[in-house]
């Protein structure tokens, strides 16, 4: 099956600070990644889909300065929290898939605590 | 924009008894994804429906697509402690619009087991 790891599992960080969290395809070329954001017993919110190669496509109500995605190879995509403020706290998600019709394999999430 | 509906919010069922959740969305699918997350854990893929009317079975769990393409629901049958977790819906929409390719996902049912 396909494998998607996402680092780091948990960060805390201070706010106004910047955090980094890599999704990453380990057994496959994933053109489409996907971020989503997931609060306590609510659903998985869309954020961005981003393309190799592309720019990334926002959701709407999500800040693209706030929220950088970058998705430079096949089987990395980073999104980084500029300036992260205590309601950005989440559990942020991934996933990937071969293309933007496929089935999507989902990382084992990241969770953001901003103090 | 598309929405997908998932009803109960909360199921509590005793270790035996069958669990169904329900799935509607406001426009026409191109498919339904299903996915199981445990607990402190990430969403798991667990089938996928294309075709109207479908009905897939994996072990004790049926999954049905409507025939309009619109809805649907899980069932498990005589339910187990290892069934605990948060069951959510996703769809599809149909390929041409800017949605294409991203999941909408349900708010999810959270199934409680008791032994």
């Known amino acids: 099956g396909a494998v998607v790891s996402q680092h780091p599992s948990r960060v805390i960080c201070k706010s106004g600070t910047s955090v980094k969290i890599e999704c990453r395809s380990l057994d496959f070329q994933a053109t489409t990644m996907f971020w989503y954001r997931q609060f306590p017993k609510q659903s998985l919110m869309l954020m961005a889909t981003s393309n190799e190669g592309s720019k990334a496509t926002y959701e709407q109500g999500v800040e693209k300065d706030k929220f950088l995605i970058n998705h430079a190879s096949l089987t990395l995509s980073t999104l980084t929290v500029t300036s992260a403020h205590p309601e950005d706290s989440s559990f942020y998600i991934c996933s990937a898939a071969r293309g933007v019709a496929y089935e999507q394999y989902f990382g084992p999430g990241t969770r953001l605590t901003v103090t | 924009g598309q929405q997908v509906m998932q009803i109960p919010q909360y199921q509590h069922v005793q270790e035996g008894e069958d669990f169904t959740t329900y799935c509607n969305s406001s426009t026409t699918l191109s498919n339904i994804q299903w996915y199981k997350q445990r607990p402190g854990g990430h969403p798991v893929f667990l089938i996928q429906?294309?075709?109207?009317?479908e009905v897939k079975k994996q072990k004790r769990l049926t999954f049905q697509f409507g025939e309009a393409k619109k809805n649907s629901s899980l069932h498990i049958t005589a339910t187990q402690t290892t069934d605990v977790g948060t069951y959510f819906c996703a769809g599809r929409p149909l390929a041409g619009g800017t949605s294409y390719g991203k999941l909408t996902f349900g708010q999810g049912t959270i199934l409680t087991v008791h032994p």
């Open positions: 429906l294309v075709k109207s009317g």
